[in-house]
Antibody
Framework: AVQLVESGGGLVQPKESLKISCAAS????????MYWVRQAPGKGLEWVAR??????????YYADSVKGRFTISRDDSKSMVYLQMDNLKTEDTAMYYC???????WGQGVMVTVSS | DIQMTQSPSSLPASLGDRVTITCRAS??????LRWFQQKPGKSPRLMIY???NLAAGVPSRFSGSRSGSDYSLTISSLESEDMADYYC?????????FGAGTKLELK
């Protein structure tokens, strides 16, 4: 069965950094584009970032709200995808979900809270 | 960026009702449109992909359609387990964009 398991969330102060991870299993990870989607408390879903596969040069794409501050990366040898979040703002507080297959598969989410 | 305008934001309905949720795309997205269901405290679930295709395991009372730049999710006969939030997503261009969501609730 497909599994996506996020980790690394927590409480950080504004302007600090945090890196969250997603461990994938149950499908051919190296063939799959991977995504991060977030949801602020009581709000809707927000697409955050995407990373394509090796044949597509691991191209990355970002929402305007995080461009220049967040970096998505992947390690195909470990079936892992990461989201490095720098210069965090209070408005980045959200549940962060890892997804594959354009939303066909989702993790359980990891909470990131940015507060002083 | 492509904007997805979703309506209504809230939809009170009764069991057995036929309900429809709509998203309008600000630019051509072809059939690169997905619908997701999300229940409280849970991760989203893919319901429809390619605008009209039912995802695996989704009941046949759900259907998707397209008319020009308008995309619709219809539930033919509402059941209690369908009470949830629903979101559309365009995946034609990055950044992908979600609609603002529709809260489906019992009248």
């Amino acid at each position: 069965a497909v599994q996506l398991v996020e980790s690394g969330g927590g409480l950080v102060q504004p302007k600090e950094s945090l890196k969250i991870s997603c461990a994938a299993s149950g499908f051919t990870f190296s063939n799959a584009a991977m995504y991060w989607v977030r949801q602020a408390p009581g709000k809707g879903l927000e697409w955050v970032a995407r990373i394509r596969t090796k044949p597509n040069n691991y191209a990355t794409y970002y929402a305007d709200s995080v461009k220049g501050r967040f970096t998505i990366s992947r390690d195909d040898s470990k079936s892992m995808v990461y989201l490095q979040m720098d210069n965090l703002k209070t408005e980045d507080t959200a549940m962060y979900y890892c997804t594959a297959d354009s939303g066909g598969y989702w993790g359980q989410g990891v909470m990131v809270t940015v507060s002083s | 960026d492509i904007q997805m305008t979703q309506s209504p934001s809230s939809l009170p309905a009764s069991l057995g009702d036929r309900v429809t949720i709509t998203c309008r795309a600000s630019q051509d997205i072809g059939n690169y449109l997905r619908w997701f269901q999300q229940k409280p405290g849970k991760s989203p679930r893919l319901m429809i992909y390619g605008a009209t295709n039912l995802a695996a395991g989704v009941p046949s009372r759900f259907s998707g359609s397209r008319s020009g730049s308008d995309y619709s999710l219809t539930i033919s006969s509402l059941e209690s387990e369908d009470m949830a939030d629903y979101y559309c997503l365009q995946s034609k261009e990055s950044p992908n964009t979600f609609g603002a969501g529709t809260k489906l609730e019992l009248k």
